[in-house]
């Protein structure tokens, strides 16, 4: 089983940058697909990106190009780098873990508790 904590959430004005990161437990984290959703009030779950064991990637075709998914497995860490954020990018971010769902992110069997990311005009 995976156990999934994630930090690094806030308030950034419009423009900004954040890193948001996620620390997995678990035997089986490094040969899992990893991934971030979002959640804003009112709004569907909207997947963000995803990552393999093995390093490829997948975004949501709205967010290329601004956000980026990493992996260190030698941490057992999970990573987003936002940058020029937008208002519309204010949600709650959940780190997900499944050992073979790649994507929709929301079906994934395993998240954390979720960070709150709040982005200022």
């Known amino acids: 089983q995976v156990q999934l904590v994630e930090s690094g959430g806030g308030s950034v004005q419009s423009g900004g940058s954040l890193r948001l990161s996620c620390a997995a437990s678990?035997?089986?984290?490094?040969?899992?697909?990893m991934g971030w959703f979002r959640q804003a009030p009112g709004i569907d779950r909207e997947g963000v990106a995803a990552?393999?064991?093995?390093?490829?990637?997948k975004y949501a075709d709205s967010l290329k190009g601004r956000f980026t998914i990493s992996r260190d497995n030698a941490k057992n860490t999970l990573y987003l780098q936002m940058d020029s954020m937008k208002p519309e990018d204010t949600a709650v971010y959940f780190c997900?873990?499944?050992?073979?769902?790649?994507?929709?992110?929301?079906?994934?069997?395993?998240r954390g508790q979720g960070t709150q990311v709040t982005v200022s005009s």
């Open positions: 997900a873990a499944d050992p073979s769902v790649w994507w929709p992110l929301a079906a994934y069997r395993y």
């Open positions: 990552i393999t064991g093995d390093g490829e990637t």
């Open positions: 678990g035997p089986t984290y490094s040969r899992a697909n």
